[in-house]
Nanobody, 126 residues
Framework: QLTLVESGGGLVQPGGSLRLSCAAS????????IGWFRHAPGKEREGVSC????????YYADSVKGRFTISRDNAKNMVYLQMNSLKPEDTAFYFC???????????????????WGQGTQVTVSS
């Protein structure tokens, strides 16, 4: 069974930080690109960040560049999303996803991902 489980969400004040974790099981995560997506009420799902398989190239949405950092620990089959300088507009449900055929041209398109986690809520509010 191939599964992804997110953790680390919660309530944080504007300007604060959170680190989301994505635990992969049932497969070797370094064979897949791992992406983070978010979905806020009334908005479309948005690709936030991705780390490629192989050389670990990273990609970010313009809205999070310079604030979010994605990383992976292949030995632990984990991918992390460090989120700093959080803003109220970052409030959303965050998902990690794994895709075997994700490339730099399609990393933010969720249709290229094969496996999805259940998600974790991030709320940025004072």
């Amino acid at each position: 069974q191939l599964t992804l489980v997110e953790s680390g969400g919660g309530l944080v004040q504007p300007g604060g930080s959170l680190r989301l974790s994505c635990a992969a099981s049932g497969f070797t995560s370094d064979r897949y690109a791992i992406g983070w997506f978010r979905h806020a009420p009334g908005k479309e799902r948005e690709g936030v960040s991705c780390i490629s398989r192989g050389d670990g190239t990273t990609y970010y949405a313009d809205s999070v560049k310079g604030r979010f950092t994605i990383s992976r620990d292949n030995a632990k089959n984990m991918v992390y999303l460090q989120m700093n300088s959080l803003k109220p507009e970052d409030t959303a449900f965050y998902f990690c996803a794994a895709g075997e055929w994700v490339r730099d041209s399609n990393w933010s398109d969720g249709s290229w991902y094969d496996y999805w986690g259940q998600g974790t809520q991030v709320t940025v509010s004072s």
